[in-house]
């Protein structure tokens, strides 16, 4: 299984951005994801969540501007930013849980940088 990241880049306040991880191989389905992200100088931090059941949670940083969300059918999942502040400036890393025939584990995805700058 392999992950691919992208999306992220440099955006100005107030902007959106859609980060993305595409899985690869012999997957059956993403069951579940976690989005962290970890910016200059600081450890990494927990922005938001979707469990088997579907339930999403977030930061309290994050809540009302960030979604997160996954389709499984392009076994890919997203964490949909907007209204993006200066302090959201770090790198992204997904963590999807993922079943296979033989197993389910959590993958990290490579991260991707997203600046907010103006």
């Known amino acids: 299984v392999q992950l691919q990241a992208s999306g992220g880049g440099l955006v100005q306040p107030g902007g959106s951005l859609r980060l993305s991880c595409a899985a690869s191989g012999s997957i059956l389905s993403i069951d579940a994801v976690d989005w962290y992200r970890q910016a200059p100088g600081k450890q990494r931090e927990l922005v938001a969540l979707?469990?088997?059941?579907?339930?999403?949670n977030y930061a309290d940083s994050v809540k009302g501007r960030f979604t997160i969300f996954r389709d499984n059918a392009k076994k890919t999942v997203y964490l949909q930013m907007n209204s993006l502040k200066p302090e959201d400036t770090a790198v992204y890393y997904c963590?999807?849980?993922?079943?296979?025939?033989?197993?389910?584990?959590?993958?990290w995805g490579q991260g991707t940088l997203v600046t907010v700058s103006s």
């Open positions: 979707t469990t088997s059941g579907g339930r999403a």
């Open positions: 963590k999807p849980r993922i079943r296979t025939v033989t197993s389910v584990h959590d993958v």
